[in-house]
């Protein structure tokens, strides 16, 4: 009867301790993918800075784009994340900054189309040819990263790792969600006479 009891005890340090590890392993993944997004945020926001010099430099382009490239990178690189505090909230402040950011740049791609004086500089045709790599990076980083998360919370609800969690304080991260409006369809009609 002593070693049945041994053989218990033993089956539930096995358990905690193997639910431990798989909530550390898929921590770690998810604070990796998240590190993965803000490097393409980085690459983005240092990449802008070198196109604001160029069209500061290059005359008197359309001075309320760059005022508000300017300022939307500004309020890009002042919210941070940290893989410990993945709240809604604190997911959905950095995704407002980082969609306005985006936003302004949308607008200088616009207006680069009036001025080709702007297109015809090196090194604004090689940021256009950048620009879509740089987006389509954040958004396959941003896709790895919501995996990692629903491993995660995954992994946090499934039994036994659901009772033995309470000891490990470990908590369900927040996903990033869709910018407020896209599911609508954008509107692309043209007005022809």
Partial sequence: MKYVWYGIIGLVFI?????????VGTYEAAEEKLSNIEVAY????????????????????????LTDIIDARAKATSVQLNIDDL??????KFQAA??????????????????P?????????????????MEN???????????????HNKKLRRFPTNLFNALYGFEKMAYF?????AATEPDISFDIK
Avoid: C, H, P, W
Avoid at 87 to 92: I, Q
């Fill in 87 to 92: 709240t809604e909230e604190n997911m959905a």
């Fill in 177 to 181: 969600k869709a910018s407020e409006g």
């Fill in 98 to 115: 980082q969609d306005q950011f985006g936003a302004s740049l949308g607008k200088l791609m616009a207006i680069s189309e009036s001025y």
């Fill in 42 to 65: 980085q690459a983005r926001m240092d990449k802008t800075g070198k196109i604001i010099q160029i069209i500061q430099g290059g005359a008197e382009y359309e001075k309320g784009a």
């Fill in 117 to 133: 004086s702007l297109q015809s500089a090196a090194a604004f045709r090689d940021f256009q040819a950048q620009y879509e790599g």
């Fill in 137 to 151: 990076r954040i958004m396959k980083a941003r896709t790895d990263f919501t995996e990692a998360v629903k491993k």
């Fill in 15 to 23: 358990l905690a301790f193997t639910s431990y590890n798989g909530l």
